[in-house]
């Protein structure tokens, strides 16, 4: 059982924990748990039918981190990885790891705007990509980012398609990532050996394993540095005993993409400390096919969203679907648990919701839920604080940890906070105080127990289906159309999403412009997700009298300006 020291006064909880913290890196506990379970399933990829134990794995990564230096990387140098969620995925990450290279995880749904970004901060030298899935033409979007910025022809050493090989692209070496896949040079691969026998004499505290971008406020977003140690510990903590029970026997359905943490950490090092199989049914979520998989594999863990839930329920697999008897534990992150959407998976496919909040920057997972949790705590809390982890709630004006009971920001300090924004020492100066703890912006009440309650967003973030979207950002996309002057961006409430992006536009002056037209500019030009789904011409704001756009009042508007799923 966790141990919680608790202080009924004030806001501020901290746990000990029955495993103690891990001081390897990632390639160290791979080879402890291939030693360990050589022949078992370490996943299957349910759409191509590809499966490998965790010898297989442990070779071919080899092979690969060593084809990663032969093509001319070298060790504390950045790879992107973009894609949806194929094999080559969790391959590039492990194998980056063994190279001694720091993973870039871009977003798949990134436009070349976007993409541009992140490969300049990073100062990326080689990406992996996909060609074309779904809607997203990963190939052309490169060859449109190469031509507006040919300083990248330069930087990038090489692009390595996902089962395809092309010629040379604006200037940058391309080839297929099945080469990485062949023999690779003794050489190479001793020089694999060599930087992870380096890296273990470090303990992995200060190696840099991944970098994520989060959404940033002022419209740039930030690349999370995330550490072997950071992610290691977060992902042994949230499967321990204490918390999601996760065993060797486990099969987990890994619905939630891998460029999320909730992806690449609490999926694919769940499998590395505890030595689990993955399921992953598709590139991208599909409810149908996520249920084949679940019952072909026996999933006996579901990872998701609330929304993914909510479409499993809906999905006309659902009457045909037998669930194990022994029942189902889901992870569920992103926001709070409705009632009835918990009552209905535990009638309909007899599973036990876990739900867990975190942060990119908390490597993610800050509360989580136990096997003890009641359902009121369940459905109306995000659960109680990680163990190795402190957490306090503080006045936003004084920065004072406010009495039990009262609203103030999470505060996270341990383990699982990040090394501070790539390159932007001063971004990472205003979330991260000079006693270490982590500012979250997020408003919350703690109470006796230490479970803590999400009451608000102290920077008007929107959760939409568990992907954030801040107002700024898209904003200043909307900004970018010629016939837009002005543009407020807010969250409106949805039904099956959680939140909807809503967005009120000025024109100027003799422009004409309908909101269909802006929609279309957005998907061509933005994330998909960032799209605002209503939009309004108007003359003017609401405004407070000091002038400033009264946001609150655009939210109440929203409810009959437009036909909102609630």
């Known amino acids: 059982m966790q141990k919680i020291s608790r202080r009924f006064v004030k806001s501020y909880v901290s746990a000990r924990a029955s495993d103690p913290l891990i001081g390897r890196t990632i390639p160290q506990q791979q080879r402890i748990i291939t030693e360990k379970f050589p022949d078992r399933e370490i996943y299957v990829f349910h759409s191509t039918k590809s499966r490998a134990n965790f010898e297989d794995f442990e070779v071919r990564t080899n092979q690969i981190a060593a084809g990663f230096l032969a093509a001319g990387l070298k060790p504390g140098e950045c790879i992107g990885i973009w894609s949806p969620n194929h094999e080559e995925w969790i391959e590039t990450q492990f194998a980056a790891a063994k190279a001694g290279l720091v993973l870039v995880n871009v977003n798949p749904s990134y436009k070349s705007a976007e993409l541009a970004y992140v490969l300049k901060m990073c100062g990326i030298r080689a990406l992996v990509s996909d060609t074309f899935y779904n809607r997203q033409p990963y190939e052309e979007i490169l060859a449109k980012t190469l031509i507006d910025n040919p300083q990248l022809s330069t930087q990038l050493k090489f692009v390595s398609y996902i089962g395809q090989n092309f010629d040379e692209l604006a200037g940058v070496r391309t080839f297929s990532f099945d080469n990485f896949r062949s023999d690779q040079d003794s050489s190479h691969i001793n020089e694999v050996e060599n930087i992870i026998a380096s890296l273990l004499i470090e303990r992995g505290s200060c190696n840099r394993a991944l970098i994520k971008f989060t959404s940033g406020t002022t419209g740039s977003p930030k690349g999370a540095t995330l550490s072997h140690h950071n992610i290691l510990n977060n992902a042994m ?29 609490m999926a694919n090092l769940f499998m590395l400390t505890r030595g689990c199989k993955l399921v992953i049914p598709a590139p991208t979520f599909n409810a149908e096919v996520g249920l084949d998989a679940a019952q072909a594999e026996g999933a006996t863990v579901w990872y998701g969203t609330p929304t993914m839930f909510v479409d499993l329920l809906a999905s006309p697999r659902r009457s045909s679907f037998v669930a194990p008897q022994e029942g189902i534990r889901g992870l569920m992150a992103g926001s709070i648990c409705p009632e009835q959407l918990l009552r209905d998976l535990d009638q309909h496919y007899n599973c036990k919701v876990f739900v867990a909040y975190g942060t990119t920057e908390n490597s993610p997972i800050t509360f989580m839920t136990t096997n003890e949790s009641t359902f009121k705590q369940r459905t109306t809390t995000v659960g109680c604080v990680m163990p190795h982890t402190e957490a306090k709630l503080v006045d936003t004006e004084h920065g004072k940890t406010v009495e039990m009971g009262e609203k103030g920001e999470i505060c996270i300090r341990g383990p699982c906070v990040f090394k501070g924004y790539f390159n932007e020492p001063e971004k990472t100066a205003e979330v991260v105080d000079e006693d270490g703890w982590y500012h979250t912006g997020d408003l919350a009440t703690m109470d006796e127990s230490g479970y803590v309650k999400i009451v608000g967003r102290a920077k008007d973030m929107i959760i939409r289906g568990g992907e954030n979207i801040y107002p700024a950002e898209v904003e200043s996309f909307l900004l970018k159309h010629p016939a837009v002057v002005d543009a407020q961006v807010v969250g409106v409430p949805s039904k099956r999403l959680g939140e909807e992006v809503a967005a009120y536009v000025r024109l100027a002056s003799g422009a004409e412009l309908t909101a269909d037209e802006l929609k279309q ?4 030009n933005m994330t998909h997700w960032k799209v605002p789904k209503y939009i309004k011409v108007v003359e003017e704001y609401p405004l407070t009298v000091t002038g400033k756009i009264r946001k609150v009042e655009l939210r109440e508007n929203a409810k009959n300006d437009f036909k909102l799923d609630i």
């Open 521 to 524: 500019y957005g998907f061509e």
């Open 237 to 265: 903590q949230s499967s321990s005993s204490e918390r999601l029970l996760t065993t060797e026997d486990d099969v987990i359905l890994v619905n939630t993409p891998f460029y999320h943490c909730f992806g690449c950490v």
